[in-house]
């Protein structure tokens, strides 16, 4: 009996130890690029419980190291279990060399966390910052645009996607851009100031490296960034919209005439030269500015802009080198076959009109 008794008493105990252990889960992704951040998230709550098993406020260390051969520290930050038994933190990674890692949960006395919990998690970390070639300088004297360039040439063709950020805004992308057989690539981001612009790189595979740019000089124009007009050049503005296109006359120069459009909108160019042919041009994104050239005798070309999706409008700045005068004019759609926008005339005043009666009948009695 007393044999039962003490073996009661054991099993008793046993289960308020167990039943006094917390239960913690870390969950973390099994393969990160350098670069990107490592997220590393967690509950004290597991299934069948209605309420965390750890207080909110509680607060332990999280530990990332290298796992190659002996185990190194890499970076720690300290989590606090929220209301609803979360937690979560993030590490970065830049300039972390490939290899696998371990991220672990420390229990603070060794007895916190129960057997069930979930307290390390591996991570595989893939620097492909090598894999990738920056010619651009990451120093830049501000201009008005950011300028990227580079190559992978592993990737060929295929394309690279660019992200570029400034004081948690984002300032293009993502998106793609071409890339030649090489992988080599480049890009002007307009931009409005100085400062430091975070560069994320990636492609069809993932994440390759971001880089941070300092771009020093510069100001807040708020009406965003100043063009780069060659002394030589000419320009003129005006709305333009998939249904109401603007319209320029171009009095040139003998020999090259080039026109060149404003950036921001994937605009379309069509011009007429000085025998009236039509020819179209559709060749850049909306990140860089549409671009015409041809050779004149020295006479009038007319030009047509608009949007190439009927959902984008917007004001388009129209540079010309090589010619005398550039001007936005509505005289002009008839030459591409378009209908012009009609303009109400204005009605002469009744008494100029009754003057210029009376000055007709006097003329006329004479």
């Given at each position: 009996?007393?044999?039962i008794?003490?073996?009661s008493?054991?099993?008793?105990?046993?289960?308020?130890?167990?039943?006094?252990?917390?239960?913690?889960?870390?969950?973390?992704?099994?393969?990160?690029?350098?670069?990107?951040?490592?997220?590393v998230?967690?509950?004290?709550?597991?299934?069948?419980?209605?309420k965390?098993s750890?207080?909110?406020g509680?607060?332990t260390?999280?530990?990332?190291?290298?796992?190659?051969?002996?185990k190194?520290?890499v970076?720690?930050n300290?989590?606090?279990?929220?209301?609803d038994?979360?937690?979560?933190?993030?590490?970065?990674t830049?300039?972390?060399?490939?290899?696998?890692?371990?991220?672990?949960?420390?229990?603070p006395?060794?007895?916190?966390f129960?057997?069930?919990?979930?307290?390390l998690?591996?991570?595989?970390?893939?620097?492909?910052?090598?894999?990738?070639?920056?010619?651009?300088?990451?120093?830049?004297?501000?201009?008005g645009?950011?300028?990227?360039?580079?190559?992978?040439p592993?990737?060929?063709?295929?394309?690279?996607?660019?992200?570029?950020s400034?004081?948690?805004?984002?300032a293009?992308?993502?998106?793609?851009?071409k890339?030649?057989?090489?992988?080599?690539f480049s890009?002007?981001?307009?931009?409005?100031?100085?400062?430091?612009?975070?560069?994320?790189?990636?492609?069809?595979?993932?994440?390759?490296?971001?880089?941070?740019?300092?771009?020093t000089?510069?100001?807040?124009?708020?009406?965003?960034?100043?063009?780069?007009?060659?002394?030589?050049?000419?320009?003129a503005?005006?709305?333009a919209?998939?249904?109401?296109?603007?319209?320029?006359?171009i009095?040139?120069?003998?020999?090259?005439?080039?026109?060149?459009?404003?950036?921001?909108?994937?605009?379309?160019?069509?011009?007429?030269?000085?025998?009236?042919a039509?020819?179209k041009?559709?060749?850049?994104?909306?990140v860089?500015?549409?671009?015409?050239?041809?050779?004149?005798?020295?006479?009038?070309?007319?030009?047509?802009?608009?949007?190439?999706?009927?959902?984008?409008s917007?004001?388009?700045?129209?540079?010309?080198?090589?010619?005398?005068?550039?001007?936005?004019?509505?005289?002009?759609?008839?030459?591409?076959?378009?209908?012009p926008?009609?303009?109400?005339?204005t009605?002469?005043p009744?008494?100029?009109?009754?003057f210029?009666?009376?000055?007709?009948?006097?003329?006329?009695?004479?």
């Amino acid at each position: 009996m007393k044999r039962i008794a003490w073996l009661s008493l054991i099993s008793m105990l046993l289960i308020v130890g167990t039943a006094s252990a917390a239960y913690i889960g870390i969950s973390a992704p099994d393969r990160v690029e350098a670069g990107a951040p490592l997220i590393v998230t967690g509950t004290t709550m597991p299934e069948g419980l209605t309420k965390p098993s750890l207080n909110p406020g509680f607060s332990t260390d999280v530990v990332l190291y290298y796992a190659v051969g002996t185990k190194q520290e890499v970076a720690r930050n300290t989590i606090v279990i929220q209301q609803d038994g979360t937690f979560r933190t993030t590490f970065e990674t830049a300039g972390l060399r490939s290899g696998q890692y371990t991220v672990e949960i420390i229990d603070p006395t060794k007895t916190t966390f129960g057997g069930s919990s979930t307290t390390l998690q591996f991570v595989t970390i893939v620097n492909r910052a090598e894999e990738i070639k920056l010619t651009a300088p990451t120093t830049q004297i501000y201009d008005g645009t950011l300028n990227l360039a580079g190559s992978v040439p592993a990737l060929g063709d295929a394309g690279i996607q660019i992200e570029v950020s400034h004081e948690a805004a984002t300032a293009f992308g993502p998106a793609y851009i071409k890339t030649d057989k090489n992988g080599a690539f480049s890009l002007e981001v307009p931009i409005s100031e100085g400062g430091t612009y975070r560069v994320q790189y990636a492609d069809y595979k993932g994440f390759i490296t971001a880089v941070d740019y300092t771009v020093t000089g510069g100001f807040v124009n708020p009406t965003g960034p100043t063009p780069t007009i060659l002394p030589d050049a000419m320009t003129a503005s005006a709305g333009a919209s998939r249904d109401s296109p603007a319209y320029f006359v171009i009095d040139t120069k003998p020999g090259q005439v080039t026109v060149t459009t404003s950036p921001g909108i994937d605009w379309v160019i069509e011009y007429a030269d000085e025998d009236q042919a039509t020819h179209k041009v559709n060749n850049k994104g909306l990140v860089e500015g549409e671009e015409a050239s041809f050779t004149t005798r020295g006479g009038v070309v007319y030009v047509k802009v608009y949007p190439m999706s009927y959902t984008d409008s917007g004001t388009v700045r129209l540079t010309v080198e090589n010619a005398e005068t550039v001007q936005a004019s509505q005289t002009v759609p008839p030459v591409f076959g378009d209908v012009p926008t009609t303009t109400q005339a204005t009605p002469i005043p009744v008494a100029l009109g009754i003057f210029a009666l009376l000055i007709l009948l006097v003329i006329r009695q004479r």
